[in-house]
């Protein structure tokens, strides 16, 4: 037994209302699958570029103070300036901004001598340790 809609009365009926919502979930499912993607890699590409600062204002430390932050310096001698320097040839800060951890909330790490050249920067990625792939993967100053 039919229904008939009585003076040009319209309405939507469930299963249409169910098709929309499909639709729709699977849209939100395939924005937010390629939208996340692209968040995990911009995370990586600022990694990369914070390293790259980091870096010139090693290399201009060099040219100011006639060597390389120590160890025990790290990164923050781009900041402020070690009491081993004489204040005479310190120029810094280096850095216009305090020091940034890394695009997942971790510090990045500083090697006097480096393992891969004269000093090493490093961010262990997603999971802040050493090693792993995709997001985990380290980014790192001697590739």
Sequence with gaps: MKHRRRNGESGITLLELLV?????ALFATLVGTRLWKNVASAKATTA???IETFENAI????LDVGRLPTQEEGLQALRVRP??????KWNGPYLQK???LDPWGNAYVYRMPGQHGEFDICSYGRD???GGEGEDADIVSWK
């Design 128 to 130: 802040g340790r050493e």
């Design 48 to 50: 990369k570029s914070q």
């Design 83 to 88: 009491s081993t320097v004489d204040q005479s």
């Design 98 to 100: 305090d020091l940034p």
């Design 59 to 62: 290399e201009q430390f060099r």
């Design 20 to 24: 929309v919502m499909v639709i729709i």
